[in-house]
């Protein structure tokens, strides 16, 4: 079984590598538009067979390290974007997407080629103090969305007050496709990283010796901020949309400039011992 997870976390970044050539073709040079892509699929069912197995080889669920986790989310997105994909008949969109899944699983498989064999004793932890992080991913997963078609938003609406309609102008998705895609991520990764917040403190045994050391650490800590940071960015958002009445055009500059605080807070989190 060891041997399977590590040529599976080899193969996957050649995998998503394909998919974004292959979506890449399809952005710049407008071909199968609307075309679904069974490729896609099958990227997302061996994924999510290299997550089981290595659940099952290690003894925990795949969320325990922070590589892990990189892997998971790459997964996430890349499912997301497959339901979006079969839903709006549109894959103009997926190069974007899948860049990140693709830097998020490179990422992952370079930090796991030292561990993706170990044994299952080596990074075991209580399933129980990993479950708040399921909504976490859910969360991180819509933010990205948010953060994507904010950012391409922000660039067509660009290009069209300048009016410049060149070829990246001219195969981007509508602009008001765009903005209500942003903002309906954003609320789904809000509503997502509230019960990531509500549910954090459950995972702790009051009074343990475990619990204590947890919350002492620095890592857990910074975890605990960029929660907390990350609901006050996107709730500051929400109230100016519903209360300020904001515009796409803030919602998304908001969206990006909230994924950008909350991936750099996440990677230092990542790096510490």
Same mark, same amino acid.
């Given at each position: 079984m060891a041997w399977l997870i590590v040529i599976g976390n080899w193969l996957l970044p050649l995998l998503y590598l394909a998919l974004l050539i292959d979506y890449g073709a399809t +952005?710049?040079?407008r071909t199968r538009t609307q075309n679904r892509h069974p490729w896609l699929w099958g990227v997302i069912v061996a994924h999510l067979g290299y997550l089981v197995l290595r659940g099952v080889h290690l003894g925990h669920p795949p969320l325990a390290a922070p590589a892990e986790i990189l892997s998971a989310l !790459?997964? @996430?997105?890349?499912?997301?974007?497959?339901?979006?994909?079969?839903? /709006?008949? &549109?894959?103009?969109?997926?190069?974007?997407?899948?860049?990140?899944?693709? #830097?998020?699983?490179?990422?992952?498989?370079?930090?796991? @080629?030292?561990?993706?064999? !170990?044994?299952?004793?080596?990074?075991?932890? $209580?399933?129980?103090?990993?479950?708040? =992080?399921? $909504?976490?991913?859910?969360? *991180? %997963?819509? +933010?990205?969305?948010?953060?994507? *078609?904010?950012?391409? *938003? =922000?660039?067509?609406?660009? &290009?069209?007050?300048?009016?410049?309609? /060149?070829?990246?102008? &001219?195969?981007? $998705?509508?602009? &008001?496709?765009? /903005?209500?895609? %942003?903002?309906?991520?954003?609320?789904?990764?809000?509503?997502? #990283?509230? #019960?990531?917040?509500?549910?954090?403190?459950?995972?702790f045994a009051p009074g343990s010796e475990a619990a204590q050391a947890a919350l002492a650490s620095t890592k857990v800590l910074l975890k605990i901020v960029t929660g907390g940071v990350a609901w006050v960015i996107y709730a500051a958002a929400i109230l100016g949309r519903w209360l300020g009445k904001w515009g796409p055009q803030r919602i998304s500059a908001i969206a990006v400039a909230g994924y950008a605080v909350v991936m750099v807070l996440l990677i230092a989190s990542a790096l510490l011992s």
């Open positions: +952005f710049f040079l !790459a997964w @996430a997105m890349a499912a997301v974007y497959a339901v979006v994909e079969v839903a /709006g008949r &549109d894959r103009r969109s997926g190069v974007f997407v899948l860049s990140l899944a693709f #830097i998020f699983q490179y990422t992952s498989s370079h930090m796991l @080629a030292g561990i993706a064999a !170990a044994p299952p004793a080596a990074l075991a932890e $209580p399933v129980l103090a990993r479950v708040h =992080l399921i $909504p976490a991913l859910l969360a *991180y %997963t819509a +933010f990205a969305f948010a953060a994507i *078609y904010g950012l391409l *938003y =922000l660039l067509a609406q660009r &290009d069209l007050r300048h009016r410049r309609f /060149g070829v990246f102008f &001219d195969r981007l $998705p509508p602009l &008001d496709l765009l /903005g209500r895609m %942003t903002w309906f991520a954003l609320v789904t990764g809000f509503i997502f #990283i509230s #019960i990531t917040i509500v549910t954090g403190p459950l995972m």
